[in-house]
């Protein structure tokens, strides 16, 4: 058998390993050492399960104890420039609504054990490395039973990472602790629960959501019989470049990979930390779609009939500016701005999501990756632009 490394991930180990030529080669997942602080692997496995199904993600073929082998599919893995294309979008927001409108199946199949809606079961004083006595470094320690659960809500995530984040120490790692000192984590708190209440005011739907879908994420997976190249690990057809962007796939189709992070939530989530993630890992926050490119992506989003019911909302919240007399034009141009200011509400908490993230995984992932520097990117992005996007939620969802 030969393995070789597939990159890219910064959670878990991920190696493609290829059989003699009558047998599938197969993708093996390795969790990252305590990730189970961050996700519930339970709850992944059976929405993973669940996905597999109706045709999201790749095939699981087994499981393990600390992860599990996936079909290996042969693809491209998009690049961040290739995801914000015109030529990719469509695709990308069709495939995307596909997956949100998967939430009616998806709920009457939820599990009834505690693992997809847990909270601690353990104070966060209990945690490895927490406390005034931390641990002397990143090892095996005593671990709650339960971590707060993503696969609860984008909030109860944040909120319950933000717990376990103040209790932490870097006592084993002088550098890291100075860094981590200068946060605030009261004046943190407080800027969350604001947040809240902000993206609140949109009424973003209810959706399924896959809450990671950066471009390492997302998959053009080869027509059957097609020939492949080797491109970071994957076999790959190279897209088709023509002007009109129809065959973009080169034949193939598109497909979204790993739901760790998955559940029902808030539909402006799913859409900001998409449109985040144009970033990329360099945190490139200048290529954040602007309100047209935001437009274009959501009139390839929405469904026949839903930009005129959505201008008809529109038209009700602001009377003055887009009365009956306003052109449909008008309407409709406002109604896509309204869901940019929802996606924009809801980029500040994909930044916030992902900034107390950090936290927990600089002290225990042994990922060579500064997470703490992360952390600091993603909260100076997200102060440099809420004055920009809390002026467009004031502007269509008058407080």
Same mark, same amino acid.
């Given at each position: 058998?030969?393995?070789?490394?597939?990159?890219?991930?910064?959670?878990?180990?991920?190696?493609?390993?290829?059989?003699?030529?009558?047998?599938?080669?197969?993708?093996?997942?390795?969790?990252?050492?305590? %990730?189970?602080?961050?996700?519930? $692997?339970?709850?992944?496995?059976?929405?993973?399960?669940?996905?597999?199904? *109706?045709?999201?993600?790749?095939? *699981?073929?087994?499981?393990?104890?600390?992860?599990?082998?996936?079909?290996?599919?042969?693809?491209?893995?998009?690049?961040?420039?290739?995801?914000?294309?015109? $030529?990719?979008?469509?695709?990308?927001?069709?495939?995307?609504?596909?997956?949100?409108?998967?939430?009616?199946?998806?709920?009457?199949?939820?599990?009834?054990?505690?693992?997809?809606?847990?909270?601690? %079961?353990?104070?966060?004083?209990?945690?490895?490395?927490? =406390?005034?006595?931390?641990?002397?470094?990143?090892?095996?320690?005593?671990?709650?039973?339960?971590?707060?659960?993503?696969?609860?809500?984008?909030?109860?995530?944040?909120? =319950?990472?933000?717990?376990?984040?103040?209790?932490?120490?870097?006592?084993?790692?002088?550098?890291?602790?100075?860094?981590?000192?200068?946060?605030?984590?009261?004046?943190?708190?407080?800027?969350?629960?604001?947040?809240?209440? @902000?993206?609140?005011?949109?009424?973003?739907?209810?959706?399924?959501?896959?809450?990671?879908?950066?471009?390492?994420?997302?998959?053009?997976?080869?027509?059957?019989?097609?020939?492949?190249? /080797?491109?970071?690990?994957?076999?790959?057809? /190279?897209?088709?470049?023509?002007? =009109?962007?129809?065959?973009?796939?080169?034949?193939?189709?598109?497909?979204?990979?790993?739901?760790?992070?998955?559940?029902?939530?808030?539909?402006?989530?799913?859409?900001?930390?998409?449109?985040? /993630?144009?970033?990329?890992?360099?945190?490139?926050?200048?290529?954040?779609?602007?309100? &047209?490119?935001?437009?274009?992506?959501?009139?390839?989003?929405?469904?026949?009939?839903?930009?005129?019911?959505?201008?008809?909302?529109?038209?009700?919240? $602001?009377?003055?500016?887009?009365?009956?007399?306003?052109?449909?034009?008008?309407? /409709?141009?406002?109604?896509?701005?309204?869901?940019?200011?929802?996606?924009?509400?809801?980029?500040?908490?994909?930044?916030?999501?992902?900034?107390?993230?950090?936290?927990?995984?600089?002290?225990?992932?042994?990922?060579?990756?500064?997470? @703490?520097?992360?952390?600091?990117?993603?909260?100076?992005?997200?102060?440099?632009?809420?004055?920009?996007?809390?002026?467009?939620?004031? &502007?269509?969802?008058?407080?």
């Amino acid at each position: 058998m030969q393995i070789s490394k597939i990159s890219g991930g910064i959670s878990n180990l991920l190696v493609k390993v290829e059989p003699p030529v009558t047998l599938q080669a197969v993708a093996v997942k390795v969790f990252g050492d305590k %990730t189970e602080l961050l996700i519930d $692997r339970e709850a992944e496995k059976h929405t993973l399960l669940q996905l597999n199904a *109706v045709g999201f993600g790749a095939p *699981v073929v087994g499981l393990f104890g600390n992860g599990r082998i996936e079909a290996f599919l042969p693809c491209k893995t998009l690049t961040p420039e290739e995801m914000a294309d015109p $030529r990719f979008v469509p695709h990308i927001a069709a495939r995307l609504r596909a997956f949100h409108d998967l939430l009616p199946a998806m709920d009457a199949d939820a599990p009834t054990s505690a693992s997809a809606t847990s909270t601690p %079961t353990n104070p966060p004083s209990a945690l490895p490395g927490a =406390g005034s006595a931390p641990a002397a470094g990143p090892g095996p320690g005593p671990q709650p039973a339960h971590a707060p659960s993503p696969q609860s809500s984008q909030w109860d995530a944040i909120f =319950g990472w933000l717990d376990m984040a103040e209790q932490l120490s870097f006592a084993h790692d002088p550098a890291k602790q100075a860094a981590f000192d200068k946060v605030d984590f009261k004046a943190m708190r407080a800027e969350l629960t604001q947040l809240q209440a @902000l993206c609140g005011r949109v009424a973003s739907p209810r959706v399924f959501c896959h809450n990671d879908l950066l471009s390492g994420n997302i998959l053009v997976i080869a027509p059957a019989g097609a020939g492949t190249t /080797e491109s970071g690990g994957t076999g790959a057809p /190279e897209p088709s470049t023509s002007a =009109g962007g129809d065959d973009v796939l080169g034949g193939g189709r598109l497909q979204f990979i790993d739901f760790e992070y998955s559940c029902a939530g808030p539909r402006g989530f799913d859409l900001g930390n998409h449109f985040n /993630e144009y970033a990329g890992f360099d945190c490139d926050y200048a290529r954040f779609p602007t309100l &047209e490119q935001q437009a274009a992506f959501f009139r390839h989003y929405l469904k026949p009939g839903e930009l005129e019911t959505l201008a008809a909302a529109a038209r009700a919240r $602001r009377p003055a500016a887009l009365g009956a007399a306003a052109p449909q034009a008008a309407a /409709e141009a406002a109604a896509l701005e309204a869901l940019a200011a929802e996606a924009c509400a809801y980029a500040l908490a994909s930044h916030a999501y992902w900034g107390v993230w950090s936290f927990i995984q600089a002290r225990y992932s042994p990922i060579d990756f500064d997470y @703490l520097d992360y952390s600091a990117l993603r909260w100076a992005e997200y102060h440099r632009r809420k004055a920009e996007f809390v002026a467009l939620v004031d &502007e269509h969802f008058p407080a």
